[in-house]
């Protein structure tokens, strides 16, 4: 099975900083991988897929990039909003197994 | 409104039995994958099982031969036979639609139901 690794698995960063979330794949998974953001006691909401496509929506801030193993989630200006938890999940494998990173929780200083 | 609503969860006994289900509205529910997603309180995200557009089925290896995913198109509706039920199963289990569009990722979320598997 694909497994996927995040880091930092905590984040705490202020308005207007510029942050991101590393998400690393046990094996090369193309361009299938797709980032979520959630909140308490909310489902998780597709915030970017193939990962660099920005689902309709999505502010502009919020930017992916990758292929292979390696893939980041960039936050271009950090908004008050945009605290929660962040999980990558690959799709190589669609639609088996479609593994979720353990999540990265961000927090607004 | 393109939504996912799920019901079914609640308490149940460990090797007892929940049917779960999830009500589509604002989209042409048949072509579409559904995926089951759970969380356990304070945990991360883990893929259940997943139901092919044209019926095809999947599972995780833990669910396996415990779980059946179904759907009944005519009535825009999926579903999830949960059996011998274990208290590693207690989650909150969303359902989620995977648009193959967008590589498949799951771009619409339903709120999620409780499971707790405790005697």
């Known amino acids: 099975d694909i497994q996927l690794t995040q880091s930092p698995s905590f984040l705490s960063a202020s308005v207007g900083d510029r942050v991101t979330i590393s998400c690393r794949a046990s094996?090369?998974?193309?361009?299938?991988l797709a980032w979520y953001q959630q909140k308490p006691g909310k489902a998780p909401k597709l915030l970017i897929y193939a990962a660099s496509t920005l689902q309709s929506g999505v502010p502009s801030r919020f930017s992916g990039r990758g292929s292979g193993t390696e893939f980041t989630l960039t936050i271009g200006s950090l908004q008050p909003e945009d605290f929660g938890t962040y999980y990558c999940?690959?799709?190589?494998?669609?639609?088996?197994?479609?593994?979720f990173g353990q999540g990265t929780k961000l927090e607004i200083k | 409104e393109v939504q996912l609503v799920e019901s079914g969860g609640g308490l149940v006994q460990p090797g007892g039995s929940l049917r779960l289900s999830c009500a589509a509205s604002g989209f042409t529910f048949s072509i579409y994958d559904i995926h089951w997603v759970r969380q356990v309180t304070g945990k991360g995200l883990e893929w259940v099982s997943g139901?092919?557009?044209?019926?095809?089925?999947y599972y995780r290896d833990s669910v396996e031969g415990r779980f059946t995913i179904s759907r009944e198109n005519a009535k825009n509706s999926l579903y999830l036979q949960m059996n011998s039920l274990r208290a590693g199963d207690t989650a909150v289990y969303y359902c989620?639609?995977?648009?193959?569009?967008?590589?498949?990722?799951?771009?619409?979320w339903g709120q999620g139901t409780k499971v707790t598997v405790s005697s």
């Open positions: 999940q690959q799709l190589k494998s669609y639609p088996l197994m479609n593994t």
């Open positions: 094996q090369g998974i193309s361009s299938d």
């Open positions: 139901i092919g557009h044209a019926g095809d089925t």
């Open positions: 989620a639609r995977g648009d193959e569009e967008a590589t498949g990722a799951f771009d619409i």
